[in-house]
T-cell receptor, first 113, second 113 residues
Framework: DSGVTQTPKHLITATGQRVTLRCSPR?????VYWYQQSLDQGLQFLIQ???????AKGNILERFSAQQFPDLHSELNLSSLELGDSALYFC????????????FGDGTRLSIL | DQQVKQNSPSLSVQEGRISILNCDYT??????FLWYKKYPAEGPTFLIS???IKDKNEDGRFTVFLNKSAKHLSLHIVPSQPGDSAVYFC????????????WGAGTKLIIKP
């Protein structure tokens, strides 16, 4: 158990819809990272928050947004969903802004029909 | 542009023998490398890391070797055990890109009895 909690585990929705994925980091970790893993691909970094502030952005689409709340949990919002957004979405956390290693949740599997 | 490459999608090894997983990178600015292990339906789990100032790091049955001139690293598992069957990801980071992790596509290791 990594201590990182992601909900929901599975999400099935239709094109054009909007969903919110939730992540609670390990106790004491201030950084939260979001990743997307499409079929048979490596993890693609989307965005990082550190102590409530956006710290780094990767290949995150404009249709996607995230935030980190005062209690340090984070949400990833995906809107105007397309078939290609079907993927595993992982959240990870670390102690500091550049802390390694990152500890991962078990992911949310998003399926767009 | 794949900066981190794991050219073997899968590898099959006899139990008790050595497993060698390989990873190549193209960005000479990478200065920290990590290996993660992933079981189905779980998030990646940190295994072992190495800084670019070293060429070897050991942790129990796991050893990571770094060859900077060849831009190549490898993970050795000795002896291989059935529980080692998983997907192994190589990841790299650089100080000048805020230590964001760049991931390989993974190698599926199968340990045969």
């Amino acid at each position: 158990d990594s201590g990182v909690t992601q909900t929901p585990k599975h999400l099935i929705t239709a094109t054009g819809q909007r969903v919110t994925l939730r992540c609670s980091p390990r106790s004491g970790d201030l950084s939260v990272y979001w990743y997307q893993q499409s079929l048979d691909q490596g993890l693609q970094f989307l965005i990082q928050y550190y102590n409530g502030e956006e710290r780094a952005k990767g290949n995150i689409l404009e249709r996607f947004s995230a935030q980190q709340f005062p209690d340090l949990h984070s949400e990833l919002n995906l809107s105007s969903l397309e078939l290609g957004d079907s993927a595993l979405y992982f959240c990870a956390s670390s102690v500091g802004p550049t802390g390694q290693p990152q500890h991962f949740g078990d992911g949310t599997r998003l399926s767009i029909l | 542009d794949q900066q981190v490459k794991q050219n073997s999608p899968s590898l099959s090894v006899q139990e008790g023998r050595i497993s060698i997983l390989n990873c190549d990178y193209t960005n000479s600015m990478f200065d920290y490398f990590l290996w993660y292990k992933k079981y189905p339906a779980e998030g990646p789990t940190f295994l072992i890391s190495i800084s670019s100032i070293k060429d070897k790091n050991e942790d129990g049955r796991f050893t990571v070797f770094l060859n900077k001139s060849a831009k190549h690293l490898s993970l050795h598992i000795v002896p291989s055990q059935p529980g080692d069957s998983a997907v192994y990801f190589c990841a790299a980071s650089a100080k000048d890109s805020n230590y964001q992790l760049i991931w390989g596509a993974g190698t599926k290791l199968i340990i045969k009895p």
